[in-house]
T-cell receptor, first 113, second 113 residues
Framework: DAGITQSPRHKVTETGTPVTLRCHQT?????MYWYRQDPGHGLRLIHY???????DKGEVSDGYSVSRSKTEDFLLTLESATSSQTSVYFC????????????FGPGTRLTVL | AQKVTQAQTEISVVEKEDVTLDCVYE???????LFWYKQPPSGELVFLIR??????QNEISGRYSWNFQKSTSSFNFTITASQVVDSAVYFC??????????FGKGTSLLVTP
């Protein structure tokens, strides 16, 4: 299994508070991604990174920011959490050598009250 | 625009039946990649297969087979002699520019004894 961890695995927070989710990989893959999964929507891309300090927006990026200061870590920040951001968040990694197969972390279940 | 449609929201079969999960995609790219992922009740996302647009050979892996047809823009997944352990949500996905994946909304498969 690809070495991808996410922390925390579960979090309950209140509306208006900032939240940071961490994705850590040990595979030295160049690309990293954050998706959210909601019933009836499948997985939707929030942000992705194609290298250290290189990031771009995805389909549902509003209300989220990301940072990647080193290859192994990709942080997702909810600047002011809202109830609509209650979701399961998945991190994924990929590399050109693997033909862009994405390997996913275990997910973080976030509840915003 | 790139789009993946999984028209079947839920499928229920009895063990040992064959079942086909449909996937229809839209893309303007001449080179593209399609994927299938499995999400069992435990929640992790498991990579099943990748298919390149220039390789139209069908693929068989044990009880799993995939039928890729560019003429109909379809990449269907068949499970032969289904088992209870096949119960999961199955996602079809299309690689976007930037290497992220555009997922269909998933098909929930329930296999009953």
């Amino acid at each position: 299994d690809a070495g991808i961890t996410q922390s925390p695995r579960h979090k309950v927070t209140e509306t208006g508070t900032p939240v940071t989710l961490r994705c850590h990989q040990t595979e030295n893959h160049r690309y990293m991604y954050w998706y959210r999964q909601d019933p009836g929507h499948g997985l939707r891309l929030i942000h992705y990174s194609y290298g250290v300090k290189d990031t771009d927006k995805g389909e549902v990026s509003d209300g989220y920011s990301v940072s990647r200061s080193k290859t192994e870590d990709f942080l997702l920040t909810l600047e002011s959490a809202t109830s609509s951001q209650t979701s399961v968040y998945f991190c994924a990694i990929s590399d050109l050598q693997s033909y862009n197969e994405q390997f996913f972390g275990p997910g973080t279940r976030l509840t915003v009250l | 625009a790139q789009k993946v449609t999984q028209a079947q929201t839920e499928i229920s079969v009895v063990e040992k039946e064959d079942v086909t999960l449909d996937c229809v995609y839209e893309t303007r790219d001449t080179t593209y990649y399609l994927f299938w992922y499995k999400q069992p009740p435990s929640g992790e996302l498991v990579f099943l297969i990748r298919r390149n647009s220039f390789d139209e050979q069908n693929e068989i892996s044990g009880r799993y087979s995939w039928n890729f047809q560019k003429s109909t823009s379809s990449f269907n997944f068949t499970i032969t002699a289904s088992q209870v352990v096949d119960s999961a949500v199955y996602f079809c996905a299309l690689r976007m520019s930037g290497y992220a994946l555009n997922f269909g909304k998933g098909t929930s498969l329930l296999v009953t004894p």
